[in-house]
């Protein structure tokens, strides 16, 4: 009598970690929250907290992030990628940095 094959197992699927729906993300959020709304990793966030380079609330030894402000720091972050700055009207300007001095050239 022939044996009977068994079927393969395969392995399990990694199953991904439930992401928030667009929209879904609180007002106010902890470090967790915030790193997955700004879509980086924890320590990620954590340095650039450490570094003030993100705004914070600090309450004590624990860390809030207000999400009307990361969007706005968001936006603002993306005109300084590309020269610009927003006016407190709304408006956006280039902004003015200072020039380097220009050495003068030499001639052989």
Do not use: C, H
Not at 48 to 70: E, H, N, Q, W
Not at 86 to 91: F, L, R, W
């Amino acid at each position: 009598m022939p044996k009977k094959k068994m079927p393969e197992k395969k392995p399990a699927a990694k199953q991904e970690p439930a992401k928030a729906p667009q929209g879904a993300f609180p007002e106010v959020m902890t470090v967790k929250q915030a790193a997955e709304y700004l879509q980086i990793n924890d320590q990620v966030l954590y340095r650039y907290v450490r570094d003030g380079k993100v705004p914070v609330a600090r309450m004590g030894t624990t860390i809030r992030f207000k999400k009307s402000v990361l969007d706005q720091w968001l936006e603002t972050e993306s005109w300084k990628s590309v020269g610009l700055q927003a006016t407190p009207s709304g408006n956006l300007q280039r902004r003015i940095t200072p020039s380097q001095p220009r050495l003068p050239m030499e001639l052989d």
